[in-house]
């Protein structure tokens, strides 16, 4: 994340993705496996929980595929931009 935004709002991005990780990943652990042990039981709900370390995987299979191609487009852009930039300056 660092690399694909630029450095005078990185501090910003880092504490939203904090939050989010926060918010999202830990917060509701708890209460989603005393939500399931309610309905199926204990033994049960923590056989399932680690599951979800499955869609955590993925999602970091889809990020890796597309952080290459995400950057070097960040890349192009911000070279178009200074050429655009030196071009039209005097």
Known sequence: MA???????A????ATLTLA????????GPAVTG???DH???RAALRLVPLVAIVATAAFAVGRRH??????????R??????????SSP
Do not use: C, H, M, Q
Not at 11 to 14: D, I, R, Y
């Open 67 to 76: 952080y290459a191609p995400d950057l070097r487009r960040l890349r192009e």
């Open 11 to 14: 501090s910003t991005a880092f």
């Open 3 to 9: 690399n694909l935004v630029p450095a005078s709002i």
């Open 35 to 37: 939500l399931l042990a």
């Open 78 to 87: 911000a070279e178009a931009a200074e050429r655009k930039e030196s071009e």
């Open 21 to 28: 990780n926060s918010l999202l990943g830990l917060a509701p």
């Open 40 to 42: 199926i039981g204990l």
